[in-house]
């Protein structure tokens, strides 16, 4: 639209209507293109409408009523909303997910970038240890590995068997218990950094090196190399890996539900918002306030991810500008 | 003879410095090893403790069990319901589905996206990137209901037709980065020589694409088999059980009793996302760094 300027000022007849016609016959194209985008988008599209759009609309429907799946919904207005405000079980189940999004991410986060930092200069080896360290990011969510983690952590675990060599004695399970349960699966969040580690290395490897040369020449110190380049020319990789990582912890519900036996127990200390919807929904078949608290879910993600990027506008620097 | 004295001490220097530097990434090599295998160990000990009897486990922080028991496979295998390859089997067929799915739906949007020109494009694409962030518990309750009226439930489809309406828009996202890539001249020879758009996506762009391909088949093959939560809601009949729901009921089951078959099954369970990682690990460290960088 904005590059058609106008050509030379004077126009001859004919070179108008070759002008329109060739419109014209543009706009054939087009149309025939859009057919055809439009038919390799018909599944993405269905799929939009039944599986993801129109749930959310779904949900928010169905988050004014009643619905138990058994007997027909009632429209019950924001009865739901209310009973979200004092239901003492949400509240509990929304510090423990802050908690552990908020403790966990920036380990995650730092830990992923001091190694991929470490990894980046050029040590032998360097596909071996990314290797190694992205490992267990595929098997951290499996229920394989939260039951490794229930023993790890357990009275007789692992952890408390190591303990035991270096003399500490009468240690608690920490899995069972209330104070340290959540800690447990923050750990476990942490022991997965390896794939933001990953974009961090990709990230690092596209600051030309010049950079690095011209400061040097400048007789710029490593720690000034780090904190004048590397930081804020990685800045749009770390805010990535923050958006990615924070959404990815609110979603965290396999290990709470197997390192908890499906109760979010000790004392409700590993009760994850997902995991309270999950019992909600599909446990007393609450589907009206289920839905309530999905879309409840679904404000709080868009709102730390509004809150993200607002804020990245302040620490953020991409190239262009 | 001073500068004689001069490159002598020189060299000195660099020889020094050399030492210094080859010291300091010996000790990075060390730390970096230390720390790996710290990270590891709990992998390492499950697997050495599968092969332990049940009250060495809570006994033995080594890993070389001091008395075998290989016989953890056996009764691990026979413990539920169904012997384990039953879920195995069940896991498979839904991780066969959702690979084909995603192959298929997502290429398809991706080349529209990287391709062609239409109208909506840019909120489309914008819709496309946003619906990667949306939690899967957000929709959850009205995909249950409307499964439940289709009469889905315990059934594998809700596990896999939303695959073939390239639901997981993050592998979209992946082909349309690679796609861009590719030469345009490509399709522009193909267009002259009267190829159509589905030529030109099915002869030209696919078996061009087969790196971005792998990467999306190997991760949905791991998240697929890993994934927990909507199996766990969908599939509720034991038999239909997969290896993560098999495993959910073993826990329940057993007590505690039977830790050194839970492990041993549990390793069962991990070996084949392992195998992926081995075989495939290009690919998915491609595949993660290109989503990352534009």
Known sequence: MVSTKPVSAPVAPGDVTARLTRRRGKSVLQKRENRAAYLFLAPWFLGLALITIGPIVASLVLSFTDYSLLESPNWIGFENYERMLDDPRLHNSLRVTFTYVFVSVPFVLALALALAMVLDRGLRGLPFYRSVYYLPSLLGGSVAIAILWKIVFGTNGLVNQVLGLFGFEDLPGWVGHPDYALGTLIILNVWTFGSPMIIFLAGLRQIPHMYYEAAAVDGAGSMRRFFSITLPLLTPIIFFNLILETIKAFQTFSQAFIVSGGTGGPADSTMFYTLYLYLRGFGAFDMGYASALAWFLLMIIAGLTAVNFIASRFWVHYGDD | MATTELTQQ?????????????????????????????????????????FKPTELIFKEPGLWPTEFEPGNYVEGWTALRNPFHHYIFNSLIIVAGAVLGNLLACSLAAYAFARLNFTGKKAFFAIMLGSIMLPVHVVIVPQYILFSNLGWINTFYPLIVPKFLAVDAFFIFLMVQFIRGLPRELDDSARIDGCGHFRI????????????????????????????????????????ATVPLALRQFVDSQGQTSWGPLFAMSVVALGPVFGFFLAGQRYLVRGIATTGIK
Not at chain 2, 17 to 28: E, F, T
Not at chain 2, 209 to 222: K, S, V, Y
Request: proline share 5%.
């Open chain 2, 10 to 50: 020189g060299a000195a220097r660099d020889a020094e410095r050399r030492r210094r530097g080859r010291l300091k990434r010996l000790l990075m090599h060390l730390g970096l090893i230390a720390f790996g295998l710290t990270m590891l160990y709990p992998l390492l000990w499950m697997l050495s403790s599968s």
């Open chain 2, 201 to 240: 996506y099915w002869r030209i762009i696919m078996p061009l694409c087969t790196p971005a391909l792998a990467t999306t088949a190997i991760f949905t093959f791991i998240w697929t088999w890993n994934d927990f939560f909507s199996q766990l809601v969908f599939l509720t009949d034991p038999d239909l």
